[in-house]
């Protein structure tokens, strides 16, 4: 029953191929596929909102048409995935009209959500589906997708759904139980990872890769981990094959949100056991409390040491690995801007011009503060940011002056050394920049002989990673 003070969650749960399809066979995993409606629908009935990220469309297909193995040719990929994209949607929708639970089909390229009003209105249908009580199930349109428009894998999809739909969850449902320091496959002395502040501090084994009907790997979860909690999302990496894990994890911590009244996850870097009267009341927490080790510091890093409540029972959550949201996570357009775009090509801008984006009341990005530009683009497209030091760059193109060669050489070392921050939407080409770049915003138009705006780009139109802001 739903805590009168506790607030309707919005969570999305990301299902790999592996978990709906056997590797080998390609035959559904019914059975899995049924714990998980059943774990959704509780949770929807409890209140929440839930979204599934759904893989295993070509696996589908495959065994659809009877092909026993992936094959090569893309446009073969794509006409199998149209195959098993029917048949997977017709398995879902029937496994939860048994619980009486309707569900909706959402089929995404990167195209979709490069447009800022496409974007928009995939979120709006998004948030009018969990209003309408519905189970949206997302996958790639995989029929459709070439490597140029592609997520990538649907980790990183469910990331970006996750952001699109202002979620408080991603579940990362995988064939291990959490994050380990080293591949626990390999190494039977590898120490499970119970919370991560933050994932580029991680020092950690993940060589381990996706199955040979998926995409993904430990690694896609860590991006797409990355991805999520800058976007304020708490990201979960647990088993798929016990459902409801997702369940317990949840309650496990609606309890430590209650224990600590401030409702922020980013505080819970401790690991209390669960009260006997709480385990006692779930059978997602009694069935599957198992023992949990404790993160090793040299994997928390600059995190402080765990500390402990009071054991009143020995039944622990189900293991899993938490990624805590980022304490200033990116507004909805800057998220979109970073995450939804393509880069069309690089502005090298110097250290002045990036702290004055950067800054609290920050700027917008001018030409005197751009030392170069790479690729061809157009204006009102997106670009990467990278920050070099002019000083340096001077100084050693003084130091090899006359060297045709090697002052090309040492230019080229010095923008390999620069250090990507973010992206921009620009005002003008590259061709524009490239005449404009290290001039005064007043030149612009003696130049060009027009001047759209006096920025390269707009403050609005810029974006950063938190650690960068």
Known sequence: MKHKDQKPLTIVIKLGTSSICDEVTHEPRIANMSLIVETVVKLRREGHRVIIVSSAAIATGLKRLNIPKRPKHLAT??????????????????????????????LLTRNDIADRAQYLNAANTLMELLHMGVIPIVNENDSLSVMEIKFGDNDTLSALTAGMANADYLFLMTDVDGLYTKNPRKNPDAQPIEVVTDVNQLDV?????????GTGGMVTK?????????????????KSSV??????????????????????????????????????????????????????????????????????????????????????PMRDRHFWILHGLKSHGTVYI??????????????????????????????????????????VLTEAEKEHQGDGEAKKAVRATVF??????????????????????GLRSLEIESLLGYSDSEYIAHRDNLAFAPKHV
């Open 222 to 238: 860590l991006i797409a981990a990355e991805l999520a909690t800058s976007a304020g999302v708490t990201t979960i990496i647990t």
């Open 350 to 391: 110097d250290t002045g011009a990036y702290k004055a984006i950067t800054r609290t009341n920050k700027a917008g990005l001018l030409p005197a503060g751009v030392v170069d530009v790479k690729g061809t683009f157009n204006a009102s497209e997106a670009v990467s940011l990278v920050v070099i030091d002019r000083k």
């Open 205 to 213: 084994d993940v060589s381990t890769g996706g199955s040979s009907v």
């Open 416 to 437: 390999e050394d620069g250090e990507d921050v973010g992206k921009a939407i620009v005002n003008y080409s590259s061709v524009e920049i490239a005449r404009i770049m």
């Open 243 to 328: 459902p409801g894990n997702i369940h317990a994890i949840i309650k496990y911590l609606r309890y430590l949100r209650q224990q600590e009244g401030d409702g922020n996850d980013r505080s819970k870097t401790f690991n209390p056991t669960i009260p006997s009267d709480l385990s006692a009341s779930d059978p997602d927490i009694r069935s599957t409390a198992r023992s949990v080790t404790a993160s090793t510091d040299s994997v928390m890093h600059d995190s402080p040491s765990p500390s402990r409540a009071p054991c009143r029972t020995s039944s622990p959550p189900p293991r899993h690995t938490r990624f805590l949201p980022q304490s200033h």
């Open 77 to 106: 990929v794509q006409a199998i995935a149209a195959v098993g994209q029917c048949r997977l949607i017709a398995l879902w929708d029937e496994l939860f009209r048994q619980l009486n639970q309707p569900v909706a089909q959402i």
